[in-house]
């Protein structure tokens, strides 16, 4: 109980440090340039669903990306996503959470888990979007002028690279999850047939 409690801090502030990495004026960028790794607040919110069972970490998540936010744009970085859709990030991003947490049941890592992993981030992402996107329409105030059908055209074509980004991180996060729970595994059988 205690080596799983320990291990569940160490995965919590891995995941943490991620998210302030990726969302910080360091490497801030939504996709990524050559310079930049992309924002990885929507990995890191699924695979603390799915990787964790503390209660207060989406809380922690949510707390610390509000302060990164200030802290970059207090230092220069763009305000222009911070409108009163900005509290719509809470359902978008608990969201991916409760699909991680959703696939919880899956772990550990076999073949025919995958599917469902994929699934669950896939409508994780796209609720996520979703959210995001109408309440960015609706409150911002920048899209008076344009009909919801256009904004959604528009911003349809992005959906892919939310995808493809919060996939790839969270597709490294599970291999790594992977490979130290069979290294801790064969640990323990090891441990068990020295202690025979």
Not at 42 to 65: D, I, N, Y
Not at 127 to 151: D, K, M, P, R
Request: hydrophobic share 50%; net charge positive.
């Amino acid at each position: 109980m205690q080596r799983i409690r320990r291990n569940e801090i160490i995965i919590g502030s891995l995941l943490l440090l991620v998210l302030i990495l990726t969302r910080s004026g360091i490497t801030r960028s939504h996709f990524g340039t050559e310079f930049n790794l992309p924002d990885a607040s929507w990995a890191v919110f699924w695979l603390m669903g799915l990787l964790t069972t503390f209660s207060a970490w989406p809380v922690m998540l949510l707390v610390t990306c509000a302060v990164v936010d200030y802290v970059v744009i207090h230092g220069g970085i763009s305000a222009y996503c911070v409108t009163p859709a900005y509290a719509f990030l809470i359902p978008a991003y608990l969201s991916l959470w409760m699909m991680g947490k959703w696939s919880q049941s899956q772990l550990p890592i076999r073949t025919a888990s995958l599917l469902r992993l994929m699934l669950s981030l896939a409508i994780g992402v796209t609720t996520c979007f979703v959210i995001t996107n109408i309440s960015f329409y609706l409150l911002s105030g920048y899209f008076s002028h344009l009909s919801a059908l256009a904004f959604a055209i528009n911003v349809s074509r992005y959906w892919p690279y939310y995808l493809l980004h919060t996939a790839v991180y969270a597709g490294v996060g599970l291999i790594i999850h992977y490979c130290v729970f069979h290294l801790q595994r064969q640990e323990t059988e090891r441990v068990k047939k020295a202690d025979r």
